[in-house]
């Protein structure tokens, strides 16, 4: 059976993505994991890949083409296996596309006209007063309890065919819920009453923009920041679609989410004779990132509040531990994801931040898994600490600073030793401070007995 590469939602409040290039194409074998194709999203472009083996059956969309999250792709099956478009619930006719969302646009205009839609319906009825449909049309129409005489066909011969049904109940779901899950978290958070605001999205659907927008207007001008005004000899640098993403997000975690900030000081010495120990013997290249990834992950398993995504009505706790390591841009940062991090040995995890940062420094993020848990480190650059932004949804981020040597009371003596700061970012809606500096404690005891 046919199964779906389907569009991957690349952050919480990304609806669509743009096929930027194919590496495969009709009729190419492929096997779990691989690469098929690289999509281009506000926030960066992404690797799409291959969740099983199979024979590239069908590609839906052609590069410069946008496909909303979760919708198909493309479809892998197996070998001489050809795709049956009634049941896969798609159309493989652009143009019969078209014609329907023309149609679709008609019929909004003359909604007004109850003879409209009462006749496009009858015309699914024969002679005899009977509806035709397909088995799976009416199965799912049985299911959802939907009177079948009410779906609009565009099967051959005003047949109504699984896509009809699915298209149905998808536009009253679509009634139902009139504002994406960021619109109404922010406005949630802002007070703002989401009944009373117009829509601007598909469908009159209400967006974060509409929210945000309100509440500009709301808010008093005096404490509203004006727009710069450049003076003659000044040179603008205008906002990336990249860097307006950013600033839309990291406004939205400090406006939205109570932030604490707790720090801790750990001492590295073992980590770092453990790392020329195994550089020495095995020749592997290890960084304190990829043992910090590991402890973290480590940790993380005795304390899953901190492994989580929190709203302003619940936490949710993540069954993988899927790190996130924040990367440095040109213009701006990108946050890949070690998947499984808990799972992996450290060589593992060395591999993959390492060919992680390489991807993300071209633009590339593979986004096949959501983050948990983020790191942040500046110590490259001799920071010695600071506090980091909660990347929403999730609970709390961990930044590290430069590691130092530092005069330490080491059992009433006191020695000379290699010592980092650590800083936790904790949203305080969901992590008390307590169990935030337990996790701490435990992270310390298990970076300064380090061992591999």
Do not use: C
Request: avoid cysteine; glycine fraction near 6%.
């Amino acid at each position: 059976m046919a199964i779906p590469v389907k569009m991957p939602q690349v952050g919480q409040d990304i609806e669509s993505g743009r096929i930027l290039e194919w590496y495969v194409k009709e009729g190419d074998e492929v096997k779990k994991g691989d690469v098929l194709a690289v999509v281009e999203s506000d926030k960066a472009n992404f690797e799409v890949e291959a969740y099983e083996s199979g024979i590239i059956i069908k590609l839906l969309y052609s590069p410069g083409e946008e496909a909303k999250v979760f919708e198909p792709i493309a479809f892998i099956g197996e070998p001489e296996e050809k795709l049956n478009p009634e049941i896969a619930g798609i159309s493989l006719d652009k143009s019969e596309n078209t014609t329907q969302d023309q149609s679709a646009e008609i019929a909004e205009k003359n909604e007004d006209s109850p003879t409209s839609v009462s006749n496009r319906i009858k015309e699914n009825h024969n002679t005899s007063g009977r509806v035709t449909a397909s088995p799976s049309a009416k199965r799912i129409a049985k299911e959802n309890n939907l009177d079948i005489r009410n779906i609009y066909p565009s099967g051959p011969n005003s047949r109504i065919i699984k896509r009809d049904v699915l298209n149905y109940l998808n536009s009253i779901a679509s009634s139902a819920q009139k504002a994406t899950p960021m619109a109404k978290r922010i406005a949630g958070a802002e007070g703002i009453e989401i009944k009373e605001l117009s829509g601007s999205g598909v469908g009159g659907k209400i967006t974060k923009e509409d929210v945000l927008d309100s509440l500009a207007s709301k808010r008093d001008p005096v404490s509203k920041p004006a727009l710069l005004t450049p003076e003659k000899n000044d040179s603008v640098i205008e906002f990336s679609r990249h860097r307006q993403r950013i600033a839309e997000r990291l406004s939205i975690s400090k406006q939205t989410i109570p932030h604490y900030y707790l720090f801790i000081d750990v001492i590295a010495d073992k980590i770092l004779i453990w790392k020329d120990k195994i550089f020495k013997q095995l020749g592997m290249k290890v960084s304190f990132n990829d043992v910090l990834i590991k402890s973290v992950s480590t940790a993380l398993k005795k304390f899953p509040q901190l492994n989580s995504h929190v709203d302003d009505e619940k936490l949710v706790l993540k069954p993988n531990i899927n790190i996130g390591v924040a990367v440095s841009l040109k213009d701006g940062l990108l946050v890949p994801v070690i998947p499984d991090a808990d799972l992996k040995k450290i060589g593992e995890i060395s591999e993959i931040s390492r060919k992680n940062a390489e991807n993300a420094r071209k633009g590339i993020i593979n986004y096949s898994s959501t983050g948990t848990f983020t790191i942040s480190n500046l110590g490259m650059f001799g920071i010695k600490n600071f506090s980091a932004i909660i990347n929403p949804p999730e609970s709390a981020i961990l930044s590290l600073g430069v590691i130092e040597k530092r005069v330490v009371f080491d059992n009433q003596n006191i020695t000379v030793a290699n010592v980092v700061s650590l800083g936790l970012a904790v949203d305080h809606r969901a992590i008390d401070g307590a169990y935030a500096s337990e996790f701490l404690g435990e992270l310390k005891k298990y970076l300064e007995s380090f061992n591999g």
